[in-house]
T-cell receptor
Framework: NAGVMQNPRHLVRRRGQEARLRCSPM?????VYWYRQLPEEGLKFMVY????????ESGMPKERFSAEFPKEGPSILRIQQVVRGDSAAYFC?????????????FGPGTRLLVL | RKEVEQDPGPFNVPEGATVAFNCTYS??????FFWYRQDCRKEPKLLMS???SGNEDGRFTAQLNRASQYISLLIRDSKLSDSATYLC???????????????FGTGTRLLVSP
């Protein structure tokens, strides 16, 4: 049973380019969460999605950031016009709330470096 | 005040030692509590949930004090492989969606030496 998968694992972008981060949840999980971890800081919640719905995006910056979880395919976190401050590790987690198990399982992360 | 506060450490201990980490949280509405472990440049992994009655898993014991809004993790007989950052995690119910947002502390770093 494959765990949460994220790709790419490392991504280098120049300022102004777009970054697309992908997350495939664990098999059978329909809830996806994105977190950002800046160097020497804790993980910060960004957005929570279910299939085709954004449930909570209270941690998402209002501009340049967007997320989706389509009916088919992985969840995508998109950062437009990246700036140096976007350099961070972006972790995706998934959960299966059926049966009451809300445990979030994390993927290996995507490390974004903006030059 | 931070939502979840931890001593960043590092805690340097010899193998076999007992070490305790503490964590405080600010939101009394929090209902679920966890300790996660994060190795360098890796993803967080759930170590254990924390229950009001306290719970133990092998060498690890977690305690919760709701009145003081305080969580602890005790590691007995430390192993070299316990070296990692330990993240205190608290859920924050969001009334409009029912979604319980996880709030992470910045972590306490543990270094176990031979």
């Amino acid at each position: 049973n494959a765990g949460v998968m994220q790709n790419p694992r490392h991504l280098v972008r120049r300022r102004g380019q777009e970054a697309r981060l992908r997350c495939s949840p664990m098999k059978g999980h329909s809830h996806v969460y994105w977190y950002r971890q800046l160097p020497e800081e804790g993980l910060k919640f960004m957005v929570y999605l279910q299939k085709e719905n954004i449930i909570d995006e209270s941690g998402m910056p209002k501009e340049r950031f967007s997320a989706e979880f389509p009916k088919e395919g992985p969840s995508i976190l998109r950062i437009q016009q990246v700036v140096r401050g976007d350099s961070a590790a972006y972790f995706c987690a998934s959960s299966d709330m059926f049966g009451g198990d809300e445990t979030q399982y994390f993927g290996p992360g995507t490390r974004l470096l903006v030059l | 005040r931070k939502e979840v506060e931890q001593d960043p450490g590092p805690f340097n201990v010899p193998e076999g030692a007992t070490v305790a980490f503490n964590c405080t949280y600010s939101n009394s509405a929090s209902q679920s509590f966890f300790w996660y472990r994060q190795d360098c440049r890796k993803e967080p992994k759930l170590l254990m949930s924390v229950y009001s009655s306290g719970n133990e898993d092998g060498r690890f014991t977690a305690q919760l004090n709701r009145a003081s809004q305080y969580i602890s993790l005790l590691i007995r007989d430390s192993k070299l492989s316990d070296s990692a950052t330990y993240l205190c995690v608290v859920n924050l119910p969001r009334l409009n969606t029912g979604f319980q947002k996880l709030v992470f502390g910045t972590g306490t770093r543990l270094l176990v030496s031979p």
